[in-house]
């Protein structure tokens, strides 16, 4: 039963790692440089937004995928260690 | 009682990182960077955390090959520290390699720069990997002398990477302790800080929690031994 519910906490950052990659693949593109001669820099943060957001987004979810992986992998070896006879 | 308290340091330490990106998300965006700055909030206060530990494993390797010759116990229990902060060090180590190209790449427009911060973490990174190799393939009663050694020239390359910003390079100066220019809007300071102290309860939890899976070990192995002496 431990080792189904470790097994299944894994999926959580899997889960999250798909979504960092997400995040990276759906931003959209930066605009081109010569874009800027055209345009305040109030535009150009307006269009340059997303892509930060998706970035820190991305950051975010590699963190806690690591994070959570780490612990979730940390339970699976924990339950699948043999008990001490004897011992407490 | 030590089941109670570890459960209380538990909930303390989510409630703290819920609270710590609460207030991260809600900081106000910076003039230069938009939201992606934000990830100074994960970044800088894993790397605080990844460094302590790699101290804690230091401390560890030292003291078991201090006292390996002289209670094997003793020697056992330090080795333990040594290999639960290197293991959880290297965690947040990675996250620090990841998140930052991630940043690196809003605020400098390329991934990875070979200056002087960024190659001595990746070389830190390396040799504690190297330390968790050693242990995991090395065989015979030396696999933890040869781990501590490694142990300890990776704790000294704690302070070179925590100096290497001075020299120029790509990555930022010091933000604390630097020349005039450096320091925090005290906007951004407040859940920078909040940060920090929940990314250091998260990760002496974690820490704990792999020093008993440690101890353990250790208990099986010795278990086993005893079994097979026996036999």
């Avoid at chain 2, 902060?85 to 390699?97: D, M």
């Avoid at chain 2, 010091?174 to 320091?183: H, L």
């Avoid at chain 2, 300071?189 to 250091?200: Q, S, V």
Wanted: glycine share 8%.
């Amino acid at each position: 039963m431990k080792k189904a519910v470790a097994q299944f906490a894994a999926l959580v950052p899997i889960a999250l790692l798909i979504w960092a990659l997400y995040s990276l693949y759906s931003a959209p593109a930066e605009p081109p440089a010569d874009w800027r001669l055209h345009m305040t820099q109030e535009q150009h943060d307006l269009m340059v937004a997303p892509i930060d957001h998706a970035f820190r987004v991305a950051a975010y979810a590699v963190t806690w995928a690591i994070q959570l992986g780490y612990l979730a992998w940390l339970a699976m070896r924990w339950s699948g260690q043999k008990p001490v006879a004897g011992r407490k | 009682m030590k089941k109670i308290l570890f459960g209380l340091f538990a909930v303390v330490s989510i409630g703290l990182l819920v609270w710590a990106f609460e207030l991260a998300v809600n900081a106000p965006a910076e003039m230069m960077q938009g939201d992606a700055y934000r990830i100074i909030f994960y970044h800088v206060p894993s790397a605080m955390v990844a460094f302590l530990f790699f101290a804690i494993s230091m401390a560890g390797s030292i003291g078991f090959l201090v006292l390996r010759e002289k209670s094997l116990a003793k020697a056992l229990a330090w080795d333990a520290w040594a290999v639960s902060g290197a293991q959880v060090g290297i965690v947040f180590c990675t996250v620090v390699l990841i998140t930052g190209p991630l940043w690196g790449y809003r605020a400098w427009g390329i991934w990875w720069a070979w200056d002087a911060r960024l190659t001595t973490t990746l070389l830190l990174w390396l040799i504690y990997v190297s330390y968790l190799l050693t242990r995991r393939f090395a065989a015979g009663p030396q696999m933890r002398t040869s781990s501590a050694v490694l142990g300890i020239f990776g704790g000294i390359g704690v302070p070179i990477v925590y100096v290497a910003n001075r020299i120029p390079g790509q990555h930022p100066g010091p933000v604390f302790g630097g020349d005039r220019a450096s320091g925090m809007d005290p906007v951004i300071l407040r859940p920078f800080l909040w940060n920090i102290a929940a990314w250091m309860c998260w990760g002496i939890l974690v820490l704990i929690l792999r020093h008993q899976f440690e101890l353990k070990q250790q208990a099986i192995a010795a278990h086993e031994a005893e079994q097979s002496l026996n036999a």
